[in-house]
């Protein structure tokens, strides 16, 4: 690896991480890492240019050349999850909030694939937990399709308004 992918990836290091050992730094820079950096960058790259299937297996490689690499694993774990492929994905964002328990967007996506695989009471409790600290539109547009797909239809309306009362411009409601 060339000194200057060396020199950007520690600038990388210290940009998004203040505190880390020297050694944990120079644990990261190795050809795997870099290469996996590589890979996740080139499948958003390939998201831009809706080639999603190619960046998923982008997002694949980059997480099997560096399985801790979490960005790259929260992009595969969307990935899997648009591409309906809900126990795949979710066993990414498990993966993942064992690390982070209380991320948001981890839990969000967690509940989106609870609801595609029917596990509906899991998607609705982790909902209700992020709407307990505040209310995103996503999250109650979610929460409401969830309601519906238990047939509570009166419980999706209320979501469904408390969305739109947030973003009245928004088409999908």
Same mark, same amino acid.
């Given at each position: 690896m060339s000194c200057a992918l060396h020199t950007h990836l520690l600038r990388y290091l210290v940009r998004k991480r203040v505190d880390f050992a020297l050694e944990e730094a120079v644990k990261k820079i190795t050809h795997?890492?870099?290469?996996?950096?590589?890979?996740?960058?080139?499948? @958003?790259?390939?998201?831009?240019?809706?080639?999603?299937?190619? !960046?998923?297996?982008?997002?694949? *490689?980059a997480v099997e050349l560096a399985p801790d690499y979490r960005d790259a694993r929260q992009r595969l774990a969307e990935y899997r999850l648009s591409a309906r492929e809900a126990n795949e994905a979710a066993g990414h964002f498990e993966s993942l909030l064992q690390a982070e328990p209380d991320d948001p967007a981890l839990?969000?996506?967690? !509940?989106r694939c609870r609801r595609q695989q029917g596990e509906f009471a899991q998607a609705?409790?982790?909902?209700? /937990? @992020?709407? &307990?600290?505040?209310?995103?539109?996503?999250? @109650?547009?979610?929460?409401?399709?969830?309601?519906? !797909? &238990?047939?509570? *239809? !009166?419980?999706?309306?209320?979501?469904? /308004?408390?969305? @739109?009362?947030?973003?009245?411009?928004?088409?999908?409601?």
């Open positions: 795997d890492n870099a290469v996996a950096w590589e890979m996740k960058g080139r499948g @958003l790259v390939r998201e831009g240019m809706q080639d999603l299937k190619g !960046a998923g297996g982008d997002y694949e *490689h839990l969000f996506g967690l !509940a609705r409790d982790l909902l209700d /937990r @992020l709407l &307990e600290g505040s209310e995103q539109f996503a999250w @109650l547009l979610e929460r409401a399709r969830v309601a519906q !797909a &238990e047939d509570d *239809h !009166a419980a999706a309306e209320a979501f469904f /308004r408390r969305a @739109l009362a947030l973003d009245p411009r928004d088409g999908e409601t």
